[in-house]
């Protein structure tokens, strides 16, 4: 897989991919980064990239030009990856986004600063956008990395052990259960006592329990829409 990032600071993202699973994910070649930058692109003489909102407004916005020309030369020799634009006004990106995303072979993501993109960028280049979350950032680099980091644990070899994926939260629209190491008793806490008897069926049974709980309490919004089945 391949993931191309649209961005005007890459020392920003290629720090996070130099160490721990991603870093080895890359060695093995299991996915690819580059970097674009729109400035490298820009015919303005001075390599801006900004200019001022049409019709006035505080800040400046990302200029046409620089950033279809970048999208252009991607295309040219990554015609199917699909680019994704990072902006605040856009559905919340989630779990089954990043897995849906991760059966793709290459994605772009564009990475917004100043006061964001010009709207017939977004109309004419993007595949598909996406929020992290309801705040605003200095620009769309930090989106960018979690979006990327969500979607390649998801491609086949990059975690150890795929098993790790199964129980995680969001799987089954839940959040995951609470999770314990040794020793077994610290400050006089101890890990639940269903996960020491070794009973593989009643520790399942509780660890749903638990993540309905844990669901139900920080996640409300979530918890409303689960549909589990009942014991009878």
Do not use: W
């Not at 020392?11 to 970097?35: H, P, Q, T, V």
């Not at 279809?68 to 989630?94: N, Q």
């Not at 199964?166 to 020793?183: D, G, H, Q, V």
């Amino acid at each position: 897989m391949r993931f191309n990032f649209v961005t005007l600071f890459p020392n920003l993202i290629n720090g996070y991919f130099s160490d721990s699973i991603l870093s080895r994910a890359i060695e093995k070649e299991l996915f690819k980064i580059k970097f674009f930058n729109p400035r490298d692109y820009s015919l303005n003489r001075h390599k801006k990239v900004d200019d001022t909102i049409v019709g006035g407004g505080a800040g400046m916005l990302m200029s046409m030009q620089p950033l279809v020309d970048t999208v252009k030369d991607i295309k040219k020799s990554d015609p199917d990856s699909k680019v994704i634009v990072l902006t605040p006004v856009a559905k919340r990106f989630t779990q089954s986004d990043a897995k849906r995303l991760a059966k793709n072979d290459s994605l772009t993501f564009v990475c917004g600063r100043y006061e964001g993109f010009d709207e017939r960028f977004i109309e004419t280049y993007a595949d598909e956008l996406f929020s992290i979350g309801d705040f605003i950032l200095t620009g769309g680099e930090l989106a960018a990395m979690v979006v990327c980091d969500a979607v390649a644990r998801n491609v086949n070899g990059v975690l150890g052990n795929s098993d790790s994926l199964i129980e995680e939260s969001f799987e089954n629209s839940l959040l995951e259960a609470p999770s314990f190491t040794k020793p077994n008793i610290y400050e006089e806490k101890s890990v639940v006592s269903e996960f020491l008897k070794g009973n593989h069926s009643k520790i399942a049974s509780t660890k749903l329990n638990l993540a309905l709980c844990k669901t139900k309490y920080f996640r409300p919004d979530i918890f409303c829409k689960v549909k589990v089945e009942h014991e009878k």
